[in-house]
């Protein structure tokens, strides 16, 4: 059963920035892409940016431009750095295996001034 550890969260005034970690459970990255979601308050939990088990990274609308999804497989870590961060960024952040429907028990972050 894969396990799957966020943190980084937190508070940031907007414009700034804030990265996401996700500590994994074995040799996950070499077996199945992995995900960032986030879910508002009110809101259906969303894709953010995905990297595939070559290293294929997707950032989808409408963080593309300003969220960035990396790996380090030494270390069995996901990250999702965060940059120029608004107010609509306010969620809980997940990392997740989308074969798997697993996710992590999220991270929060709140962007206010």
């Known amino acids: 059963q894969v396990q799957l550890v966020e943190s980084g969260g937190g508070f940031v005034q907007p414009g700034g920035s804030l990265r996401l970690s996700c500590a994994a459970s074995?040799?996950?990255?070499?077996?199945?892409?992995m995900a960032w979601y986030r879910q508002a308050v009110g809101k259906q939990r969303e894709v953010l940016a995905t990297?595939?088990?070559?290293?294929?990274?997707n950032v989808r609308d409408p963080v593309k431009g300003r969220f960035t999804i990396s790996r380090d497989k030494a270390k069995n870590t996901l990250y999702l750095q965060m940059t120029n961060v608004q107010p609509e960024d306010t969620a809980v952040y997940y990392c997740?295996?989308?074969?798997?429907?697993?996710y992590g028990q999220g991270t929060e972050v709140t962007v206010s001034s």
């Open positions: 997740g295996v989308p074969h798997l429907f697993a």
């Open positions: 074995g040799n996950i990255f070499s077996t199945y892409t």
């Open positions: 990297i595939s088990t070559s290293g294929n990274a």
